[in-house]
């Protein structure tokens, strides 16, 4: 009996949707951002999978970026008093970095299967200083 074969699916969207990046249909995450051990339709190991601190590196960098000239462009236009920026803004933007978060997530570990990710694994050349002129 063979593996069943599986067509590359795009990474952004089985990402976003945050499914599994083979089968695209089970489901990547278990909770909010915990990974699942592997997929429960088609049985991939997520042990691969580690996208440490990017998506929150990314997504705040992105929430950030539009959520600075959004801020700008209502304070210079408003000019609202600062309570409200207490209590509008700075929740919005908490609320919008917690909204990218899962998407972002999903596509990172996406990209990681696709190109295959693995952690580096180093060969040692030997004791320092062995073999060169410098003695």
Same mark, same amino acid.
Request: aromatic share 12%.
């Given at each position: 009996?063979?593996? @069943?074969? !599986?067509?590359?699916?795009?990474?952004?969207?089985?990402?976003?949707?945050?499914?599994? @990046?083979?089968? #695209? %249909?089970?489901?990547?995450?278990?909770? !909010?951002?915990? /990974?699942? *051990?592997?997929?429960?339709?088609?049985?991939?190991? !997520?042990?691969?999978? *580690?996208?440490? *601190?990017?998506?929150?590196?990314? #997504?705040?960098?992105?929430?950030?970026?539009?959520?600075?000239?959004?801020?700008?462009?209502?304070?210079?236009?408003?000019?609202?008093? /600062? &309570?409200? =920026?207490?209590?509008?803004?700075?929740?919005?933007?908490?609320?919008?970095?917690? $909204?990218?978060?899962?998407?972002? %997530?999903? &596509?990172?570990?996406?990209?990681?299967? /696709? =190109?295959?990710?693995? @952690?580096?694994? &180093? $060969?040692? /050349? #030997?004791? =320092?200083? *062995?073999?060169? %002129? &410098?003695?």
């Amino acid at each position: 009996m063979t593996d @069943p074969v !599986y067509p590359p699916l795009s990474t952004l969207s089985t990402g976003l949707r945050c499914r599994c @990046p083979r089968c #695209g %249909k089970g489901p990547l995450l278990r909770g !909010y951002l915990k /990974i699942r *051990d592997a997929c429960p339709e088609c049985g991939l190991d !997520y042990s691969f999978a *580690d996208p440490a *601190d990017g998506p929150a590196f990314f #997504g705040m960098t992105g929430v950030g970026t539009v959520g600075l000239g959004l801020f700008m462009w209502f304070e210079f236009t408003v000019q609202p008093p /600062i &309570w409200v =920026h207490l209590v509008v803004t700075m929740p919005l933007l908490v609320l919008a970095c917690l $909204a990218v978060l899962r998407p972002i %997530k999903g &596509w990172m570990v996406s990209e990681q299967y /696709i =190109h295959k990710a693995a @952690p580096a694994e &180093w $060969a040692s /050349i #030997g004791k =320092h200083g *062995d073999g060169s %002129k &410098w003695k």
